[in-house]
């Protein structure tokens, strides 16, 4: 039987497509696995760290993040930077304003910064312990976490940690999308080599970054990323480059959620996208070309198996759909959410290209980028 040439380039590129989601499974796997568990260190007995919470309209969550703070025995000082909120959040944490909570305003964004970044650079100038904790307004902490993690920090003679903890998913929506992503974005960058010193890979989750204060002082705080709409990952680069030893650690201690909701998700995967597509836009057309081929092409693989003499194509379409099953799996239960939810990661996978796709038409159009309810044009510099 004479076999059309398409379906052996079919038959190789699924090939591709399903070795690839292999090597991304092992590298989520294999990075994790080398990186620390908070949950082993001990307590340290100081109580030398100044919390800096920048909050913009998080009325559902300040209250909560506040109160789960004053609980840590390591924290001396909470600063919450109140961002323009145009809710409650302002008067809630005004509410806590003691001697140990201290409540600031950002007044007008000056021209040049991202708001968030601003607010961080804000609470910062008010710290005078040796540690700095910069916490997104939704991240909750218990059982003395921020302690372990000061342990962690000095006996791994670190200069910065950040933690991946458990993501909160409302919805069902969440439960289906946010372990996918969270899959995504620590397969293409292994966790292990965030703490390898020889390895470029650098990157903080944002909803946790303890750093020393002396060495965010050195770095420029953050007037040094002040136009980075990723400022964490823009944050970590800088500190690797300038050759201080930062880390990744996983706990179940701290959550926190990762844009709620259909609209703040695509806005979350354009917020992360759009700096570096605008970088090239012939690479960053590839990029989403190739994405969108290692998200489908099994799923054709699959419609035209019968095409294929060795049958052979079908083995490598269900391996490729396996293995973000798989992927997805896994993340979930790494960021305890519900893993039965992990079969419909084709949901996800359609998503994120959709996103990817919107991102690109945005950048070659120089849509702004809306964050926060706020607009963010293409002169935001790149990472």
């Known amino acids: 039987m004479r076999v059309n040439p398409l379906f052996y380039l079919l038959f190789l590129l699924v090939s591709l497509s399903s070795f690839f989601w292999l090597v991304l499974l092992y590298r989520f796997i294999k990075g994790f696995a080398n990186v620390p568990v908070l949950e082993r260190f001990e307590e340290d007995g100081e109580s030398c760290v100044t919390a800096v919470i920048p909050a913009r309209n998080e009325e559902r969550c300040i209250a909560q993040t506040i109160e789960s703070l004053l609980m840590q025995k390591a924290i001396s000082k909470i600063i919450v930077v109140d961002d323009c909120s145009n809710d409650d959040t302002l008067s809630i944490a005004k509410r806590y304003q003691s001697e140990?909570?201290?409540?600031?305003?950002t007044g007008e964004i000056p021209q040049g910064w991202v708001g968030k970044n601003y607010a961080c650079a804000l609470g910062a100038k008010f710290a005078n312990t040796p540690w700095i904790l910069f916490l997104d307004a939704d991240t909750f902490v218990k059982d003395?976490?921020?302690?372990?993690?000061?342990?962690?920090?000095?006996?791994?003679?670190?200069?910065?940690?950040?933690?991946?903890?458990?993501?909160?998913?409302?919805?069902?929506?969440?439960?289906?999308?946010?372990?996918?992503?969270?899959?995504?974005?620590?397969?293409?960058?292994?966790?292990?080599?965030?703490?390898?010193?020889?390895?470029?890979?650098?990157?903080?989750?944002?909803?946790?970054?303890?750093?020393?204060?002396?060495?965010?002082?050195?770095?420029?705080?953050?007037?040094?990323?002040?136009?980075?709409?990723?400022?964490?990952?823009?944050?970590?680069?800088?500190?690797k480059k300038n050759h201080f030893k930062i880390s990744?650690?996983?706990?179940?201690?701290?959550?926190?959620?990762?844009?709620?909701?259909?609209?703040?998700?695509?806005?979350?995967?354009?917020?992360?996208?759009?700096?570096?597509?605008?970088?090239?836009?012939?690479?960053?057309?590839?990029?989403?070309?190739?994405?969108?081929?290692?998200?489908?092409?099994?799923?054709?693989?699959?419609?035209?198996?019968?095409?294929?003499?060795?049958?052979?194509?079908?083995?490598?379409?269900?391996?490729?759909?396996?293995?973000?099953?798989?992927?997805s799996v896994k993340s979930a239960k790494m960021i305890r959410s519900n893993p039965l939810f992990a079969i419909l990661f084709p949901v996800a996978q359609a998503h994120f290209a959709f996103a990817l796709w919107l991102s690109f038409i945005k950048s070659v159009t120089n849509a702004p980028v809306i964050w926060r309810e706020r607009a963010y044009t293409k002169q935001i510099s790149k990472i």
């Not at 303890?210 to 002040?226: D, M, N, P, Q």
């Not at 969108?292 to 198996?305: A, I, M, R």
């Open 248 to 327: 990744l650690a996983r706990t179940s201690l701290v959550s926190a959620e990762y844009a709620p909701g259909v609209k703040n998700s695509v806005r979350a995967i354009e917020r992360v996208a759009r700096q570096s597509m605008q970088r090239d836009a012939k690479i960053a057309f590839g990029f989403c070309v190739a994405i969108s081929l290692l998200f489908f092409l099994p799923y054709l693989g699959l419609f035209f198996v019968e095409q294929d003499p060795t049958h052979l194509l079908f083995v490598f379409s269900v391996l490729g759909l396996l293995a973000p099953l798989a992927l």
């Open 144 to 239: 003395q976490a921020v302690s372990k993690a000061l342990t962690l920090a000095k006996q791994k003679s670190l200069d910065a940690l950040s933690l991946s903890g458990e993501l909160r998913t409302h919805k069902v929506w969440d439960e289906i999308v946010t372990p996918f992503l969270y899959s995504l974005l620590n397969s293409f960058i292994k966790a292990s080599d965030v703490n390898d010193p020889s390895k470029g890979a650098a990157y903080f989750f944002g909803s946790f970054i303890l750093i020393k204060r002396s060495v965010y002082e050195a770095l420029g705080g953050h007037e040094a990323v002040k136009d980075k709409l990723v400022e964490d990952r823009a944050l970590a680069v800088l500190a």
């Open 100 to 105: 140990r909570v201290l409540v600031l305003q």
